[in-house]
C-alpha cells in the first residue's frame, strides 16, 4: 500500500522552537473613578471587571464568566455620573472619564429591593448566595407580605427522568440555563424562556418532559443555576429524605473517565459515596461544561 | 464534515460530505490533487519542509475530482468546494476519530491526512494542525508511557541501543531489544501457540475485539488467563485469576493525558471497596510474588521517576501540574511552557531535524466486501451516552438511553418490509445477532449502523471483520458487509 | 443546526398556511424573521398556534422549537392553547373606560359567559389600548379559518360585535371621519401633517401626488443625502415616538456605520391613548413611504421595515396598497424615479405586545424572538436590527420629513419653541368633547388645546389630566397653563411622550384608574428584568391593597414600600417601560388624596 519509506522513527525528534502565538490586540487603557478613586482599566473592560480588580466586590446573580452577560438581575447595578437610570456593571463597559459609584444609597437601594422582590416571590432556600446578599443588604422580603399576599412562583417540582429534576419554584430567571443550552454551550435549545411578565418561564416547547425534548443531559444548566432550581436527582432526593449533608462532604478534583477531551470533574463525596459531580469554571478545556457521561456516569463506582 | 453518516456535527456544518465508507484515501487524494491542479499548494513549505513532493504530484494525478465521486459517492463540486476551503483558510485543522483509524490500512488514511497538511502548509502553527480525536481519557497517556509493542514511556524507541540502556541502568535489568506484539498480533501468536498466558490490565477484549468468535476462542485456549480491572467484565468471567482493581479517576491518584497530549491529575477522592487494591499496589504485590521488592511506591514517586527518564515529561512536576491544570507535551524543564502544537520546526529555515515525508497511499476498499450474499455496509460507532462495551455507563439511567437497534435508512427499511421496531436477523460472514429496527434519517440507503454497547444484547463483534492493519494492529470495525433477514420470512435485502 | 422535534405533526391546512408565507418571503433577509409572519398564518388559520404547525413552521425556519414556542407564548395575540376561533378583544382601558367599556364588558359577559372562555367557537377578552381612542368604547374582533378577518371597531355595540364574531365584514370607518382638524376649517391651511387626512384620497397614488405627494423626494434627491441630512439637523426635529432624541443626530450616527444599514418605522403605537399614528396610515399612507425613501437616502439604508401593532387592520391594508402602488410607478425597488437609488419597504405585523414599541423589543420582534428589550449601548444606531446600524423613526417623526425637505430645516425650526420645533399631533379622547388628533404647533398649552377640543366632556368639572399615557403623568387642573412642550412637561415633572392628553372628569374613581394602569404594566412587562417583573406586581397588589382600604400595616407603610418599589423599577429596570411603569401613580399620589388615611 505505502510505496513510501517510512521515516526513521528509532531516534527521537530534535526539540523545535517554543509555539508561537498571535499577538493580543493591545488594548488602549482608559482612566475611570470607582467610587472616588482613579482606576486604570484597559479599554472594553466592563464596570464589574474594573471594579474586581479595584477590589469591590460587586453582587451578581445572572453574570457567570462563560456565558454572554443578559444584565437581567439587575442586582450589579451601579449609578454612572451622567447616567439616568443606574447601569449593570455586568455588561456596561468603561469610557474614559467615566465616574462610577458602586456603593451609593441608590445603589444599595436598588440592590435591596432587587433581593426583597426575588425573595418575596421565589423559595431562595437552596440559594446560599442570594441569602448572603440578603444578609449584605438588609433585605426584608416579608416587607411585601406573606403567602397570599405575595403572588409568588410556586409550583410542584418537575420530575421527569433519572437526572435531575426542575425546582421552578426556585427560579429566579437568570436565563443562565436557557444560555448554557443554547449558543454558549450545548447549542442543544432544549429550554427557553416562555410566557410574559411575571409568568415568563422556563420551559420546554408546550411544557413537554424533559425525555420528549431535545435535552442531552449535559447538565450544564445544573452547573450554571445559582439557586437549586436545577438539581441532580441525587441531591434532590437526599436533600429530600434529609441526608444531604455538607459539612460531610469532601470535593475532589479529578478527570473523566470517559473520553479523551479530558474535562475536570470534581467530584462530591459523602460517606465514601459519590453525591454528585461538577466541573470547575477555570478548567480550560471546556470551561466547567460536561456531558452526560462526565456529569451522570458515576453511577457504577457506587454500585461496586 | 466528511461521515458516512449524517450524524448531529453533519447537521451544525457548513457541508457534509456522507462519503463511502472506506474510500477516504480516494477523496483525500482527490483534494490533493485539486489543490495541485488550482495552484493552491503552499510551494514555500513544501520545497523547504517535505520531501518526496514530486513522486506524490505525479501519485495523486490519477485521482481525478470525477474519479473520487464516483468512489466516494460524494459530488465532485463538493469535493472542489473542500480543497479550495482547507486550502485557502489561513487556518486550517483536521480532526479524526475512530472512522479513519479503524480501518485495515488505517495509518494509510492518516498518510493520506498528513499529505493534505504538508501540501497547505496547515501544520506546525498556531490553529492549523492534525488532531486524532482520543475515544479514552487514557489512550494518549497509555502511549505516552511505553504502553506499545515497540517503544518505552516518553515514546523511546525500544530498538535504539542508547534509549534503551538509559533504561536498563536505570531500572538494573535487561531489557529485551525487539518490539513486541501489538493488540491483534497477540491474538495471531495465540492462534499460532505462541502465546500461552496474557495478563489483561483494564481492558474487556472478549467484547471489544473484532470477530468475537474467534477471539474468545483463543482467550479460552490460553493457559492462563489474568485480568484485573474495576468491575467483573466478559474477560475477567473467562479469568484464571482476577484482580479487583480501583477505578483509576476517583481511587487512587496519578495522572492521565488527553487527546491534546494534556497531562492531568487525578485524584484519589474514595476509598475503593474492600478488598479491593490500587494498580499499583497490584503490581508491585505481584512483582514482591515474584521475588522483586519494588518497594511501595507512591503515584508521584513514579511519576517522578518516569520525568527522570522521558525528556518530554521532565518538566512536569505534580506541583506544576496542579497549578496549570495540566500541561501539554513536550515540556522539557520546569520553566517549559508545554507545547499547545507541535512541529514548529518545520517552519524553522533550514528545518531543525529531518523533512517531513508525503506519502504515496493508494485508496484500498475494505476487506469484507460487498457481494450478492452480503450486499449492506455495516459501520460500527458509539452514542452519546454510552461509553464502549457498557462495562461502566451501562450502571446509570440515561433517559435517552434506547436498547440497542440496527440503525438503517428508512427506505431500506421499505425496501425489505421491515418496520420500526422490528426485530430482524444481521448476518455476515462470521456470525449473526438479532436486533431491532430503528429508522436513522442521517443513513442513507445501502447503510446500517450498530453500536458494541451492549453485548449481552446485541453482540456486534460477532459481526465484525478481523482485517487488520499491520502497521497498527487495528481491525476494521467500521466496515462489515452483512445481510438482514427478516425473522420470519425469507432472506431480503 | 441540530434540531429536535417532538412526534406533534400540521395538518394539511396549517402546512398550507406556513408555506404561503415562506413562499412569498424570499428575499435575504435571515429566515427566522418570518417567525412571527408564520405564526400570525397559523393563528389566523388556525384559531391557536398547535404544537404540530409550529414544529413544521420551526423546522422551514431554522427554530428550535423551545424558542418557537416562547415566541408564540409571549405575544397576546397568539394563543398556544386551543381557544375559540372568533374572539372579541374589547379594550377596557382609561379612554375607554372613560366611556363605556366596563358596560360593554358587562354585555359581553352576559351574552358569552366569563372572558377567555370559547362559547360556541366564540369568546372575549379584555384588551389594553387598541388606539381607537376617539371612537371609544373600541373592539379587535378576530376570527380564524380559511377566510379569516379581523376588524377593529369604534364606538362599538355588543351587537356588532356579535356580528364581526360570526364573520360579517363592516366598512373600514373612514379614518378622515374620526380625525378633527386643527381648529374650524378656515384653519386647514395651517396644518401640516393632518393636511391631507380626510382630505386626499386614501387609496389613490393619484390623489397623493395631486396633493402634493412626491415634491419632497424630487426635491430631496435633487439635494443630495447629505444636503436632506444637514436640513434635518436642522430643524432641531425631535423624535415624537416618547424619547425626543434629535433625528437628524440618529441618521448621521447610523450613516457612519458600514452597510447594510436598516430604516425601521415604529408603527407599534400602543401607548394607550395614543392614536396619531393610525390616523396618518390610514388617511395619509402614501406620505409615510414617500417619507421612509426620503430618510432611507438620507441615512444610507436600502431597506426599511414597517413594524405595525397587530391590532390596526385598517392601517395595514393601507401600508400594504401603498406599498404595492408605489413599487408599480417606480418609487421603491430598485431604481426609484431612474436614479441609481435602491430602496425596499417589508411591513412587520406585530401580536399584541406593549413592550414592543420599545426599540430594541421591537428590532427583536422584527428578527422573529421574544420582544425582550436589548441593553443598551450598543444603541441601534451602532448594532440594531439583524446587527446592523439601523435607524428607528416613528411614524409621525418620519411625516415631518417631507416638510423639512421643502421648506428647510430653517422654516421648519422657526414654527414651535426654540427646543420643540414644529407643530405636535395630540391625541385628545377620554372626557373630552371632541376627540381626536389635533394638530398644533409646539408650545400651546394645555388650556387651549382643550379649548381647541370643545372643552372638558363628561360631567364638565374636571378631575385631572392623563399626560403622556399609561407610561405619563397626571396633571392637576391648576396646571392648565403647562406649555405643551418637551421642555415645559418636564418642568411640571411630567413627559410629553407619545403626547397623549386624557382629561378625566370628577366622576372617575382614580383609584380605577390607578389600579387599570398598575394592571396594564404587570400585564405588559415583557418579564426579563427583576425590578420590572416582580416591582410591577408588587405595585399592583399595593395599589389594590390600598384601593380596598385593606393596607397591610399602615397606609402610610405601604404607600413607602410603593415608593421604594418605584425608585428601583426607575433606577434599575432595563427599558422604559419599567423605567415608566411607577411614573403616572406617583404624580398621582403626589397630587391628589387619592388613598383615605395619606400622611
Known sequence: MSVQKAPDLKNPLPRGPLPVFPPERMAKTIEITLDGRKVTVAEGTTLLEAARSAGIDTPTLCFLETLTPVNVCRICVVEVEGSRALVPACSRKAEAGMAVRTDSERVRLSRRLVLELLASSVDVSTAPQIQEYMRRYGAKPERFGAAGHAETVAQPVKIDNELYVRDYAKCILCYKCVEACGVDAQNTFAIAVAGRGFGARISTEYNVPLPDSACVYCGNCIGVCPTGALMFRSEHGMRKAGDWDETRQTRTDTICPYCGVGCTLTVHTQDEKIVKVTSPLEQPITRGNLCIKGRFGWEWINQK | MVDPRRTSSAQWAERWLGLNVGSDIALANAVAREILAAGLQNREFIENATSGFEEFRAHVQKYTLEHAEKTCGVPAETIRELAHGYARAGRAQICWTLGITEHRNGVDNVLALINLALLTGHVGRYGSGLNPLRGQNNVQGGGDMGALPDRLPGFQHVENDELRGKFERAWGVKIPAQRGWHLSGMFDAMERGQLKALYVIGENPAHSESDQHRTQKLLEGLDILVVQDTLMTRTAEMAEVVFPAAAGWCESDGTVTNSERRVQRVRKALAPPAGVRDDIEILCALARAMGKDLGQPSAEELWNELRALSPMHAGMSYARLANAQGLQWPCYDETHPGEQYLHGRLWERPVIGPLAPFSCVEDVPPADALDEEYPVRLTTGRRLDSYNTGVQSSRYASPGRREETLDISAEDGKAWGVVEGERVRVLSRRGAVEAPVRFDAGLRAGLAFLTFHFPEQVATNELTVDAVDPKSGTSEFKATAVRIEKISGAAKG | ?599
Not at chain 3, 413544521?56 to 418557537?68: D, F, S
Request: charged share 20%; with cysteine; aromatic share 6%.
Open chain 3, 1 to 599: 443546526m441540530d434540531l429536535h422535534f417532538t412526534n406533534a405533526a400540521a395538518t394539511p391546512e396549517e402546512k398550507a398556511a406556513i408555506d404561503a408565507v415562506v413562499e412569498r418571503n424570499g428575499g435575504e433577509a435571515p429566515r427566522r424573521s418570518l417567525l412571527l409572519a408564520v405564526l400570525h398564518a397559523i393563528q389566523n388559520r388556525a384559531g391557536w398556534i398547535s404544537p404540530g404547525a409550529l414544529n413544521y413552521a420551526c423546522g422551514l425556519l431554522g427554530v428550535p422549537p423551545a424558542e418557537g414556542f416562547g415566541v408564540a407564548d409571549f405575544y397576546a395575540l397568539f394563543s398556544t392553547r386551543e381557544q375559540a376561533p372568533a374572539v372579541a378583544h374589547i379594550c377596557d382601558d382609561v379612554a375607554c373606560r372613560a366611556r363605556g367599556a366596563e358596560k360593554l364588558c358587562v354585555e359581553m359577559e352576559k351574552e358569552h359567559g366569563p372572558a377567555g372562555t370559547n362559547c360556541d367557537g366564540k369568546m372575549w377578552r379584555r384588551s389594553p389600548c387598541l388606539g381607537m381612542c376617539e371612537r371609544a368604547p373600541a373592539a379587535f374582533v378576530t376570527v380564524a379559518g380559511p377566510q379569516a378577518t379581523e376588524q377593529a371597531l369604534g364606538a362599538a355595540h355588543a351587537a356588532d360585535i356579535e356580528a364581526a364574531l360570526q364573520g360579517k365584514r363592516f366598512p373600514a370607518g373612514g379614518a378622515g371621519a374620526s380625525a378633527p382638524q386643527w381648529g374650524q376649517k378656515a384653519e386647514q391651511g395651517r396644518l401640516k401633517l393632518l393636511r391631507r387626512v380626510g382630505q386626499t384620497n386614501p387609496d389613490s397614488i393619484e390623489a397623493f401626488r395631486d396633493a402634493g405627494g412626491f415634491a419632497a423626494l424630487e426635491r430631496a434627491l435633487a439635494l443630495g443625502p447629505a444636503a436632506v441630512l444637514a436640513e434635518v439637523i436642522e430643524s432641531k426635529l425631535a423624535g415624537r415616538g416618547g424619547a425626543a432624541f434629535p433625528t437628524g443626530l440618529k441618521w448621521k450616527s447610523a450613516r457612519e456605520g458600514a452597510a447594510p444599514r436598516y430604516l425601521v418605522c415604529n408603527a407599534d403605537e400602543s401607548e394607550p391613548g395614543t392614536f396619531k399614528d393610525r390616523v396618518l396610515m390610514e388617511g395619509d399612507p402614501f406620505a409615510l413611504v414617500e417619507a421612509m425613501i426620503i430618510a432611507g437616502f438620507a441615512a444610507g439604508c436600502e431597506r426599511g421595515y414597517i413594524y405595525l401593532r397587530g391590532e390596526y387592520p385598517e392601517a395595514r391594508r393601507q401600508l400594504e396598497r401603498a406599498i404595492r402602488e408605489c413599487s408599480k410607478h417606480g418609487f421603491l425597488g430598485g431604481n426609484i424615479l431612474g436614479k441609481s437609488l435602491r430602496f425596499e419597504i417589508e411591513v412587520c405585523i406585530g401580536a399584541g405586545a406593549y413592550i414592543c414599541g420599545e426599540e430594541t423589543a421591537l428590532l427583536n420582534s422584527i428578527e422573529g424572538r421574544r420582544g425582550e428589550p436589548r441593553n443598551k449601548p450598543p444603541f441601534p444606531t451602532q448594532a440594531g436590527l439583524f446587527g446592523r446600524p439601523t435607524v428607528i423613526n416613528n411614524v409621525e417623526t418620519l411625516l415631518n420629513i417631507p416638510h423639512i425637505v421643502l421648506e428647510g430645516g430653517k422654516a421648519f425650526a422657526g414654527t414651535g419653541t426654540e427646543r420643540s420645533t414644529g407643530t405636535k399631533l395630540f391625541c385628545l379622547s377620554g372626557h373630552v368633547a371632541r376627540p381626536g388628533v389635533y394638530e398644533a404647533p409646539f408650545g400651546i398649552t394645555l388650556r387651549e388645546l382643550l379649548e381647541m377640543a370643545g372643552g372638558i366632556g363628561g360631567t364638565g368639572k374636571l378631575q385631572a389630566v392623563l399626560v403622556g399615557g399609561a407610561a405619563g403623568a397626571f396633571l392637576a387642573p391648576g396646571e392648565l397653563d403647562t406649555p405643551l412642550t418637551f421642555e415645559g412637561l418636564r418642568g411640571a415633572g411630567a413627559a410629553l411622550g407619545s403626547a397623549v392628553v386624557i382629561p378625566l372628569d370628577d366622576s372617575v374613581d382614580l383609584r380605577d384608574v390607578l389600579l387599570g394602569i398598575g394592571g396594564f404594566f404587570r400585564d405588559e412587562s415583557c418579564g426579563q428584568c427583576v425590578p420590572c417583573r416582580v416591582g410591577t406586581v408588587r405595585q399592583e397588589e399595593i395599589l389594590r391593597r390600598l384601593a380596598a382600604g385593606k393596607p397591610m400595616g399602615s397606609v402610610a407603610s405601604e404607600l413607602a414600600v410603593l415608593k421604594e418599589v418605584g425608585q428601583v423599577m426607575r433606577d434599575a429596570s432595563i427599558c422604559g417601560l419599567g423605567q415608566t411603569a411607577s411614573s403616572a401613580v406617583e404624580s398621582a399620589l403626589s397630587k391628589f388624596a387619592i388613598f383615605k388615611g395619606r400622611t
